[in-house]
């Protein structure tokens, strides 16, 4: 691996603007996640030329990810309405970079005497991605007024993480995801996913209500063997004469009970409307969740109406949201509002897609947070992915002082503690100067 050091240019904001039962639940759901999208990223290396007869692997991966395609991919009337075609082909391609913008405009007056200077503070993610490859690099920097700050970079090269701080601390901090952090490990566990899914017709043929009408959809058996499973997971699909997936349920992981179900019944297209369950009882601990996403088309646009639901013993958390999209001027707005039984949490945004020479913007001009009834704060944020990256995604880090995170001890702690309090002490002197 190369040792090159982190070249990052620190660009102005624009202005204004495992072991416990819910650990091991997480896992499990990623892990089917993880499945999910790779049917979904089948669609974009899958092209049929001709009419053939599909093997039942096949037919599944292509039911699958036709799901997914007229959810969020190239099939979708939101893909064209609000002109991201050639977003989808950045993506497709895996290589590409990008960057957000975190912008406060205003914040509640908490009785700090401080509020008032905290408006317009920011926060960046800027980077390189080489998702064919699991490559990834990235710096997260600050700005206030004249101070701008190199806050963290961090690179991903397929096998190690690592974390460093020009700023702050002069220790690369490297993590094995392997062995600490395996949700990284997502690209190689693609790899070893794929091969091992196996499919079969079983010739058990039953009927479905989609959309007000009867359909009639043929069953295939799905097994998935992976070394991030613990136990095999098997599926049953029921998928129609068009190859549209209909309905999904699945179980995995026999000690804990964790069993599934997905639900397609939209009108002009199955994914249109879904509902996704899940249950299960993990040492005695019940976990049970609901999501469900409805969307209706028209020539000016959509609107998709998502709400959850989230169980864990007494523990109820629930989420309601409401997403329109208008395609004359590709604008949008949001309405989030969670509620943990005590609180509800309230989010207000809108927003439009700005597109730019190799370049597609999304810009939330207005963001507002309400907790207990309560005004937060606003913001705002722009993210914008970047289609003028070219060459290797250089993914060195500093060599001051390797520490690898499984040998982290509470001296490294103290050592890079007093680093970043000593620089934060220096930043909070010029802060001073303008307060």
Not at 254 to 272: N, Q, T, V
Not at 358 to 368: A, C, I, Q, R, Y
Request: aromatic share 10%; with cysteine; hydrophobic share 35%.
């Amino acid at each position: 691996m190369a040792k090159s050091k982190f070249t990052y240019e620190v660009k102005d904001f624009e202005p204004n603007y495992k072991k416990n039962p819910v650990a091991k639940l997480v896992g499990a759901l990623i892990c089917l996640a993880v499945l999910a999208l790779v049917s979904a990223a089948v669609f974009f290396i899958f092209k049929k030329e001709e009419k053939k007869k599909l093997t039942p692997g096949e037919t599944v991966k292509e039911a699958v990810s036709d799901c997914f395609s007229h959810l969020f991919g190239e099939k979708s009337p939101v893909t064209e309405g609000m002109g991201l075609e050639e977003s989808i082909k950045l993506i497709e391609s895996g290589r590409f970079g990008y960057r957000a913008d975190l912008r406060l405009k205003e914040i509640k007056d908490f009785g700090l005497g401080v509020e008032q200077y905290i408006s317009g503070i920011g926060v960046s993610f800027d980077g390189d991605a080489d998702l064919k490859k699991h490559r990834i690099n990235g710096n997260v920097s600050g700005s206030w007024t004249v101070v701008a700050l190199d806050v963290l970079q961090y690179v991903y090269d397929g096998n190690v993480f690592a974390l460093s701080s020009d700023d702050f601390f002069k220790e690369t901090l490297t993590i094995t995801p392997s062995e600490v952090l395996p949700f990284i490990y997502m690209g190689n566990a693609i790899e070893k996913i794929t091969p091992e899914t196996e499919a079969e017709k079983t010739g058990e043929r039953k009927s479905f209500t989609v959309g007000g009408r009867e359909i009639s959809c043929d069953a295939y058996k799905i097994k998935v063997i992976s070394d991030w499973l613990n136990d095999t997971a098997e599926m049953t699909a029921y998928i129609d004469r068009n190859n549209r997936l209909i309905y999904l349920e699945g179980k995995y992981d026999k000690k804990a009970d964790i069993s599934f179900k997905l639900s397609l019944d939209g009108k002009d297209h199955p994914s249109d409307k879904l509902e996704f369950s899940f249950s299960s009882v993990i040492k005695e601990v019940p976990v049970d969740g609901r999501l469900v996403i409805d969307s209706e088309n028209t020539k000016e646009g959509r609107t998709s109406k998502i709400s959850g639901e989230l169980k864990i013993k007494e523990l109820k958390l629930s989420a309601d949201m409401k997403l329109e999209l208008s395609y004359a001027d590709k604008s949008f707005k949001l309405d989030f509002s969670g509620n943990d039984e005590v609180k509800t949490a309230n989010v207000m945004a809108a927003g439009k897609m700005v597109f730019e020479k190799g370049n597609t913007k999304m810009k939330v001009e207005s963001l507002s947070l309400e907790y207990g009834g309560e005004k937060i704060g606003t913001a705002g944020i722009t993210l914008t992915l970047k289609g003028e990256s070219k060459g290797e995604v250089d993914t060195g880090y500093p060599t001051v002082r390797v520490i690898e995170l499984k040998d982290f001890t509470k001296e490294n702690f103290e050592e890079i503690k007093e680093q970043v309090m000593k620089r934060i002490n220096e930043y909070m002197e010029i802060f001073k100067k303008f307060i």
